[in-house]
């Protein structure tokens, strides 16, 4: 995962971009496409529309690095992130299990301005 994109969009599109760069298959173990929402757990509230404000500057961010992508070096990501553990939950979706991780973020002086001040 990339530490370019705070609030919500295109960070998947990131990751999606990686893997296929590295050519790294994706495979999905469930057909989601029978589901019903949530596929996870956002933890705020629903209809907190608070992360769509950063939509279009991600978009930016994500369609820059799709011009350098050849090029670009994956230097950020989990491995230079700093966070604080809160806690981890194993749970499930259709007898699925998935552990959940939540963490506080300690994001970069320069992102700070694409993260909701109340998180």
């Known amino acids: 995962m990339s530490n370019d994109y705070w609030g919500w969009g295109r960070e998947d599109d990131d990751l999606k971009k990686r893997f296929q760069r590295e050519h790294i ?3 999905r173990e469930i057909d989601f496409s029978d589901s019903k929402p949530p596929y996870f757990i956002h933890d705020h509230p629903i209809g907190d529309h608070r992360d769509f404000s950063n939509l279009a500057h ?3 961010v994500f369609n820059f690095f799709i011009l350098i992508l050849k090029s670009k070096r994956f230097n950020t990501g989990l491995s230079t992130l700093k966070y604080k553990l809160v806690r ?3 749970q499930t979706i259709n007898n699925v299990a998935y552990t959940y991780i939540k963490v506080e973020l300690n ?4 992102n700070k301005k694409y993260v909701h001040p109340s998180r």
């Open 25 to 27: 298959p994706i495979r």
């Open 58 to 60: 991600n978009t930016e």
């Open 107 to 110: 994001c970069q002086n320069a």
């Open 88 to 90: 981890v939950n194993i």
